[in-house]
């Protein structure tokens, strides 16, 4: 039977390429794949990742469409922990405008998560499956 082996890549919609892959970049370490970089001549994709290209996301002008798609990362524990002690410096939106704070974080009962948007209203959200280690870091 026919299955995909894993998620390649994304396509998100943003004003500016160059300035999402900042962000990407400032908030969540992914890296412009320069082997791909000429794609993003003419209107094709500049194409980021944190896994040097085994997944990525394909970052295009945004046209007239109203194009959302919520990318789910995950992290471990002590990642998820380490960006939570940056969340007042990265100065994140969340639903509704609302700043993101530790508070924010969803108990999915066996992960925790924490959304917030990208410049561009892309909702994200980051998510750990070290449920117990960030529990008891985070006295929950």
Known sequence: MFKVKQI????????????????YKKVLGLEILPEHEGWAVGGGPLTISSDGGNTGIALFARDNADTRAVIAYRVDGKEFIEFLSRV?????????????TKDGIVDHDHSYSIYFFDPDQNPIELTTYDYEFVKNQLKL
């Open 8 to 23: 390649d890549h994304i396509h998100v919609h943003v004003s500016n390429k160059l300035e999402a892959a900042a962000w």
């Open 88 to 100: 007042g410096e990265l100065d994140l939106n969340g639903i509704g405008g609302i700043k993101v």
